[in-house]
Protein backbone atom coordinates (compact mmCIF):
# COMPACT_ATOMS: atom_id res chain seq x y z
CA UNK A 1 0.00 0.00 0.00
CA UNK A 2 1.12 3.50 -0.94
CA UNK A 3 -0.09 6.56 0.63
CA UNK A 4 0.25 10.24 -0.90
CA UNK A 5 -0.60 13.43 0.30
CA UNK A 6 -0.02 16.91 -1.92
CA UNK A 7 0.85 19.87 -0.77
CA UNK A 8 2.50 23.61 -2.24
CA UNK A 9 -1.12 24.56 -4.21
CA UNK A 10 -2.09 27.94 -3.83
CA UNK A 11 -3.18 31.11 -6.17
CA UNK A 12 -0.43 32.40 -8.19
CA UNK A 13 -0.64 35.69 -11.12
CA UNK A 14 0.02 34.41 -14.92
CA UNK A 15 3.89 34.27 -15.26
CA UNK A 16 4.33 33.06 -11.64
CA UNK A 17 5.71 29.62 -10.42
CA UNK A 18 4.71 27.26 -7.74
CA UNK A 19 5.65 24.49 -6.48
CA UNK A 20 4.06 20.91 -5.42
CA UNK A 21 4.93 18.44 -2.89
CA UNK A 22 3.67 14.59 -2.59
CA UNK A 23 5.02 12.95 0.25
CA UNK A 24 4.40 8.98 0.16
CA UNK A 25 4.28 6.36 2.67
CA UNK A 26 4.66 2.99 1.71
CA UNK A 27 7.78 0.35 1.36
CA UNK A 28 7.39 0.10 -2.42
CA UNK A 29 7.29 3.46 -3.34
CA UNK A 30 10.82 3.91 -4.09
CA UNK A 31 10.18 0.91 -6.42
CA UNK A 32 8.05 2.64 -8.43
CA UNK A 33 7.00 5.22 -11.03
CA UNK A 34 5.29 8.26 -9.52
CA UNK A 35 3.09 11.14 -11.71
CA UNK A 36 1.01 14.20 -11.65
CA UNK A 37 -2.13 14.48 -13.16
CA UNK A 38 -4.63 17.76 -13.09
CA UNK A 39 -8.23 17.95 -13.42
CA UNK A 40 -9.79 21.88 -14.33
CA UNK A 41 -13.36 22.37 -13.43
CA UNK A 42 -16.05 20.55 -16.56
CA UNK A 43 -12.91 18.30 -17.79
CA UNK A 44 -11.53 15.14 -17.57
CA UNK A 45 -8.66 13.99 -15.58
CA UNK A 46 -5.49 14.44 -17.79
CA UNK A 47 -1.58 13.45 -17.55
CA UNK A 48 1.20 15.98 -16.62
CA UNK A 49 4.46 14.19 -15.45
CA UNK A 50 5.35 11.26 -14.40
CA UNK A 51 9.18 10.12 -14.16
CA UNK A 52 10.43 6.36 -13.24
CA UNK A 53 11.29 4.69 -10.36
CA UNK A 54 15.17 5.56 -10.34
CA UNK A 55 14.17 9.34 -11.53
CA UNK A 56 16.86 8.85 -14.60
CA UNK A 57 13.83 9.08 -17.30
CA UNK A 58 10.99 11.86 -17.01
CA UNK A 59 8.46 12.36 -20.17
CA UNK A 60 5.93 15.77 -19.99
CA UNK A 61 2.38 16.44 -22.11
CA UNK A 62 3.11 18.54 -24.71
CA UNK A 63 0.72 21.68 -22.81
CA UNK A 64 3.49 22.30 -19.83
CA UNK A 65 6.85 20.57 -21.68
CA UNK A 66 9.43 23.28 -21.02
CA UNK A 67 7.16 25.38 -18.24
CA UNK A 68 7.30 21.96 -15.81
CA UNK A 69 10.03 19.76 -14.03
CA UNK A 70 8.98 16.38 -11.74
CA UNK A 71 11.69 15.59 -9.59
CA UNK A 72 12.07 12.64 -6.95
CA UNK A 73 13.60 11.87 -3.67
CA UNK A 74 13.48 8.32 -2.49
CA UNK A 75 15.32 9.11 0.41
CA UNK A 76 12.50 11.05 1.47
CA UNK A 77 9.70 9.33 -0.41
CA UNK A 78 8.85 12.45 -2.45
CA UNK A 79 8.02 13.59 -6.00
CA UNK A 80 7.66 17.14 -6.58
CA UNK A 81 6.20 19.12 -9.40
CA UNK A 82 7.91 22.88 -10.09
CA UNK A 83 6.15 24.97 -11.99
CA UNK A 84 7.21 27.90 -13.96
CA UNK A 85 5.69 30.37 -16.34
CA UNK A 86 2.17 29.50 -15.16
CA UNK A 87 -0.85 29.92 -17.38
CA UNK A 88 -4.68 30.56 -16.81
CA UNK A 89 -4.91 27.43 -18.23
CA UNK A 90 -2.99 25.43 -15.77
CA UNK A 91 -5.79 25.59 -13.25
CA UNK A 92 -6.95 22.59 -12.14
CA UNK A 93 -6.64 20.25 -9.32
CA UNK A 94 -3.25 18.66 -9.33
CA UNK A 95 -3.12 15.15 -7.78
CA UNK A 96 -0.01 12.99 -7.12
CA UNK A 97 -0.26 8.96 -8.86
CA UNK A 98 2.23 6.05 -7.79
CA UNK A 99 2.25 3.25 -9.73
CA UNK A 100 2.33 4.99 -12.84
CA UNK A 101 4.05 3.82 -16.39
CA UNK A 102 4.37 4.30 -20.09
CA UNK A 103 4.36 2.21 -23.08
CA UNK A 104 5.75 4.25 -26.05
CA UNK A 105 3.48 7.38 -26.31
CA UNK A 106 1.05 6.50 -23.94
CA UNK A 107 1.16 6.89 -20.02
CA UNK A 108 -0.91 5.10 -17.64
CA UNK A 109 -1.96 5.66 -14.33
CA UNK A 110 -0.72 3.77 -11.38
CA UNK A 111 -3.74 2.66 -8.18
CA UNK A 112 -2.52 5.03 -6.03
CA UNK A 113 -3.61 8.46 -5.70
CA UNK A 114 -3.27 11.76 -3.51
CA UNK A 115 -6.66 13.88 -2.51
CA UNK A 116 -5.23 16.60 -4.50
CA UNK A 117 -4.08 20.47 -4.15
CA UNK A 118 -5.65 23.09 -5.98
CA UNK A 119 -4.08 25.70 -8.34
CA UNK A 120 -5.57 28.95 -9.60
CA UNK A 121 -3.66 31.41 -11.69
CA UNK A 122 -5.21 34.40 -12.29
CA UNK A 123 -4.76 36.51 -15.68
Known amino acids: QVQLVESGGGLVQAGGSLRLSCAASGRTFSNIGAGWYRQAPGKEREFVAVISWSGGWTAYADSVKGRFTISRDNAKNTVDLQMNNLKPEDTAIYYC????????????????WGQGTQVTVSS
Open 97 to 112: NAGTSSSGSATYPGRY
